[in-house]
């Protein structure tokens, strides 16, 4: 089956702009998690969605941050007044969550975020 | 908080050599511990996991990990390196209902 997609695969905007990012879960995977992977830092945490619970948001680094996953399923990541510093590769990943025996976490390729 | 240390930054090796990468975490319970590989320009890709029974486990590509519950760590090793390993690597802890947590990520570089 079809794996995880994310979309656009590049971003290039300026400074302020607004910015969406979507994220295709594998169908079925109740969980959903965001990252945020900047040129020669690891991976940071960002947002995590597991089925119809309160997102964990902890991982936001600030107010511009947002996301929503309408339906249990797409996610979109969406950057408010985009900044230098938001510049990073962002990775989406879901997983079958609480109710299957395994969270192992299936990464899309992610959507590389540039701002001028 | 559940935290995720990967202490090697950055390991260089010749062909042929042993390696191993270290990780340890923290969190008190019970715990599935992973290995993951990211390729240059490839995606991130699961290269072992650990959940219960037997605390040595086989990945692919000759990869394996052993959790060691008493000193909180899951290093990988592999006896002998290939180029192809040239990747960076990923330990990452799921304490059960949490969210899974990831390390820093080594980056290793195998020398022809």
């Known amino acids: 089956g079809a794996g995880v997609s994310q979309s656009p695969s590049n971003k290039v905007t300026e400074k302020g702009k607004d910015v969406e990012l979507r994220c295709d879960p594998i169908?079925?995977?109740?969980?959903l998690y965001w990252y945020r992977q900047s040129l020669g830092q690891g991976l940071e945490f960002l947002i995590y969605?597991?089925?119809?619970?309160?997102?964990?948001k902890s991982g936001l680094p600030s107010d511009r941050f947002s996301a929503e996953r309408t339906g249990g399923s797409v996610s979109t990541l969406t950057i408010q007044r985009t900044q230098q510093e938001d510049s990073a590769v962002y990775l989406c990943?879901?997983?079958?969550?609480?109710?299957?025996?395994?969270?192992?976490?299936?990464f899309g390729p992610g959507t590389r975020l540039t701002v001028l | 908080a559940q935290s995720v240390s990967q202490h090697n930054h950055h390991v260089i090796l010749s062909e042929a050599a042993s390696l191993e990468l270290g990780c340890n975490y923290s969190?008190?319970?019970?715990?599935?511990l992973f290995w993951y590989v990211q390729y240059p320009g490839q995606h991130l890709q699961l290269l072992l996991k650990y959940f219960s029974g037997d605390p040595l486990v086989k990945g692919i590509k000759g990869f394996e990990a052993e959790f060691i519950k008493s000193k909180f760590s899951f290093n990988l090793r592999k006896p002998s390196v290939q180029w192809s390993d040239t990747a960076e690597y990923f330990c990452a802890v799921d304490s059960s209902a949490s969210k899974i947590i990831f390390g820093s990520g080594t980056r290793l570089s195998i020398r022809p």
């Open positions: 990943a879901s997983s079958l969550g609480a109710r299957g025996n395994t969270n192992e976490q299936f």
């Open positions: 169908s079925g995977h109740t969980a």
């Open positions: 969605f597991q089925g119809n619970s309160a997102p964990d």
């Open positions: 969190y008190g319970g019970t715990v599935n």
